[in-house]
């Protein structure tokens, strides 16, 4: 795609009515309407596309990226430190560790100290439910008065790198890789998605990947399934934003209690594990407690709990029960696959292998939906910001 | 202020003197003249403007600034990060424990090994008594050899992130506050500044706060009083410091026995914790021979002495007898604040909550004085440069 | 040297055949052809001078370099970092640790999900014999298939930074270094080069610095003395290839059992210690096993071991019997320097402080040797590249 292509391309976008993205937040996707959600994809595409035509969308000459990963991460810590260099910002990690923060110090004050040249905020908060997203909210809440408060020369964007409710980053990059697949999102109309629980040998995993596929595949007018074994329910508000979406969307959402009927005629399966509600509540007050051996005590009951659900695995035979005997196959990754990384896992090795490659480029395109994330936060009229970069055309190497 | 008026500024500024800071160090701000001092309060708000009208200043296409913290910084470390970023460097941290310099290697061989394409060192070193400046200058002392033996093809320079002695950044930061607050530095002849211990519940907090803080504020001709209960001396030879600076400016210095007398009249209060100078000085004993069992005593007994002097709080009542019942109150943050982190510290909550957004925008001077200590230090002609750096205009987003 | 003199110096280098090195690795020296060799000595060269005549080399506009390092590293990291800053590229280190790959990830995923942006993997993975080449060749052939599936939009190259089997960074510097010495590749026919284990109080450095000198230095027809300790023998395929590089080069390359042997007439010495192959082989199989005791009990009977050979050391009457006794001392740093870093070590302190500043000169060429071999992974006609930034002449401050 030459120059004049994807200028051609960027006008015929719609790119519209991200007004309310300017100096904004990316928490929750329901938050967002369904004109800002498309600028995200749009934009993450065309940032995919300038990349692969070796045009650099460089736009910051400086600024720092905070990074906070409250919990382990590859995959969005490679695509956060990627989307910000693309865009010209260095990341610095705040390592609470080797901060003050334990010394007392209020989350209003370290958002500030943080954010005097800094245009980023990108926070993994995802182990205690009722915290990550209330943590994240308070950050955001900080620094935009210390903006209004001339504390600080710019208003930094927050974006949410998985809390305990959303995963923003994975679910908008799930849909992209989507998208693509079907060919436009007007094809994802009716089709049928399994998100479904699945056996894992591990224990106490986020409940925000599944929330966040039911929360953002249900406005597309898709037939969600969410299933799950007794007491692997997720959190009711999002239930509630599944249910609200289908219905606006003209789509369908249910909760089955089997993976058969989930995945019977499915066009796309997301088998995937989390931890028992009850044991993330539990889990939440023994943290705050300090209580360690009731922690081990918990942890052991969950892991003998998980292993009543053994049969939830994605195997070949299940797959031959959707649609054509060939749903799409996806995961968030790193997948526990049975033979591979554990001796039982979520899903077959000799599945996970025949998807493998699409579920490789479903991961590439988290970069460009961070970068999209902040790019739309930082400018009025992105299209014309995108416009001028492609004209420019600076070679990235 | 538009690029005309921002050069118009420039030129008005005095900027003078600058020679000997070319290719050169900040470590403590009593080595350096009046006009130095002048010319990073200057330079750094030149660079805080520009940042506000948009301009990038970015000098370096590119160069490594070496990160080095013997001691848990937050605000540090993201103002060195925000300044080295903001002229185009990248900060790489030497992590001691991943590095091989348990080795044995001399301080000369590292010192040199991590400056090959090094422009500045950032150095904090603040635990030991008489040992963290010492290993600033050895670390000084080998860059500057090893330029000269033309094993490094630039000079980095060494900037002082802070040590036993001094916390320049730190306190210069202060002073910028201090000269913004009271509209120049000349209105700042005569002002009363309390620089007074405070309780605090934590241990072993450094002394190079209150050393820094007379060391310069009494270069102004203020009349500054230093409070502390017995045992909570300073090293003598930054009173001797003090003293003479408060000769040389025409100024006031004393140390005085309880915050009372401190804060009478106040126009300005630093109301701050440190340790006791023997336990300063038996730590670094005890640290040295590994002896665990004595450091744990020795924190026992130093918190068991702090709790005499509970009842020296900044309080409400106190703030009611300085200047007109308003001083400025000052902290380098974080502060332990009462009912706030901590059940008994520092500092009233309603103190504390009067002065933040003074405090935050008093610690959102610190990226542009360490930019502007690097800046200094590379270039001859520091004011011909920031004129073609606005000349040039060139966007930073 | 001026731009027009910059410039005819690279037109009167070779820089010819590097068609295999563009979108590849650099694994091992001898997997590379002579003109590969000379290829990344003149590139370095060329980068060296630009970078004193402060022309930036930056040939990237964004992009990441992800290190790994798998054992502790200064000079190294350090020159990884600054190499990838001169030419424009952000380092994000992959810490295991704060990773997911615990999580049982396969090295095929994870090599892929750190590279959608990257353009460099630089690893360090010295600990195990027989593993960590064949790491990083299988890191290498997952992103190569990663590229060809198109998952990656670029082949990211990786740059070996100390393995089990060889050190080509290290070994490419020290060889930069004494073409430089001596004036010329070609004045370093028939010098004798003494490369012998020395004794050191510390356990289980790696093999891969030995070898690589032996790997490298027999393919200029130099006369290569290897020396050890009975016991302390290197990998049986790397003496092949010293073997056949000895002979292609019509060289010399001889194992001798004591250092005077080697030092006798030698024009360089390379004394170092390494751990027994016997104890590298155990640890291994112990370190697999999570065998603690094991490994005390075998890190006590090494140091045991090494003891019987304290007496090979680099001492003054040692030097005196070199050519001249005058040879050109050579030490990959850190060294175990008696009397400075240990009571006993590899080098008396007057040897190692006589060739000091050499030593120091020879750690400098590191920045550029991988700068080199990135450059000439990622263009295809270098000379002409190098030429045009030349031409450019971007200023780096």
């Given at each position: 795609m030459n120059k004049t292509e994807l200028i051609k391309k960027i006008k015929s976008l719609s790119l519209k009515n991200t007004d309310n993205m300017f100096l904004n937040d990316f928490l929750l996707t329901w938050d967002k309407t369904h004109d800002e959600i498309m600028a995200v994809f749009e934009t993450a595409e065309i940032l995919q596309l300038m990349r692969k035509e070796n045009i650099s969308p460089k736009v910051f000459d400086s600024g720092l990226a905070v990074s906070l990963f409250r919990d382990n991460s590859t995959r969005t810590r490679f695509s956060f430190s990627s989307a910000c260099n693309l865009l010209g910002l260095t990341v610095q990690d705040l390592d609470e560790g080797k901060s003050q923060i334990a010394h007392g110090?209020?989350?209003?004050?370290?958002?500030?100290?943080?954010?005097?040249?800094?245009?980023?905020?990108?926070i993994r908060d995802d182990m205690y439910l009722g915290a990550g997203n209330k943590y994240m909210r308070e950050v955001a809440q900080s620094v935009n008065q210390g903006y209004q408060e001339k504390v600080l020369?710019?208003?930094?964007?927050?974006?949410?790198?998985?809390?305990?409710?959303?995963?923003?980053?994975?679910?908008?990059?799930?849909?992209?890789?989507?998208?693509?697949?079907?060919?436009?999102?007007?094809?994802?109309?009716?089709?049928?998605?399994?998100?479904t629980w699945a056996y894992s040998p591990s224990y106490g995993k986020p409940l925000s990947v599944p929330q966040g596929i039911i929360g953002l595949m249900t406005r597309f007018g898709m037939n969600v399934k969410l299933a799950y074994p007794k007491g692997y329910n997720l959190m009711d508000k999002v239930i509630k934003v599944a249910e609200n979406n289908s219905k606006n969307s003209n789509g369908k959402f249910e909760?089955?209690?089997?993976?058969?009927?989930?995945?019977?005629?499915?066009?796309?399966?997301?088998?995937?594990?989390?931890?028992?509600?009850s044991v993330m509540e539990q889990r939440t007050k023994l943290l705050k407690a300090n209580d360690d051996k009731g922690l081990k005590n918990l942890e052991k009951k969950c892991l003998e709990n998980n292993k009543k659900f053994v049969s939830w695995e994605c195997t070949k035979e299940l797959m031959n029960t959707t649609k054509n005997g060939n749903a799409l196959y996806m995961h968030c990754l790193p997948a526990d696959i049975t033979g591979v990384s554990c001796s039982k896992g979520e899903v077959q090795a000799e599945v996970f292998e025949k998807y493998r490659i699409p579920q490789y480029i479903e991961a590439?395109?988290?970069?460009y939906i961070i970068a999209a994330m902040i790019f739309l936060s930082k400018f009025k009229n992105p299209s014309e910001k995108l416009i001028e970069l492609v004209n420019k055309a600076k070679p990235r190497i």
């Open positions: 110090e209020t989350v209003r004050e370290t958002s500030n100290m943080v954010s005097f040249l800094s245009d980023v905020i990108g020369p710019q208003r930094p964007t927050l974006v949410n790198l998985q809390c305990d409710i959303d995963h923003p980053t994975q679910a908008m990059s799930d849909a992209l890789h989507l998208i693509n697949w079907f060919k436009g999102i007007k094809n994802l109309k009716n089709k049928k998605i399994a998100m909760i089955v209690n089997s993976m058969d009927k989930a995945f019977k005629d499915a066009d796309i399966v997301y088998p995937k594990s989390w931890a028992p509600y590439g395109y988290k970069p």
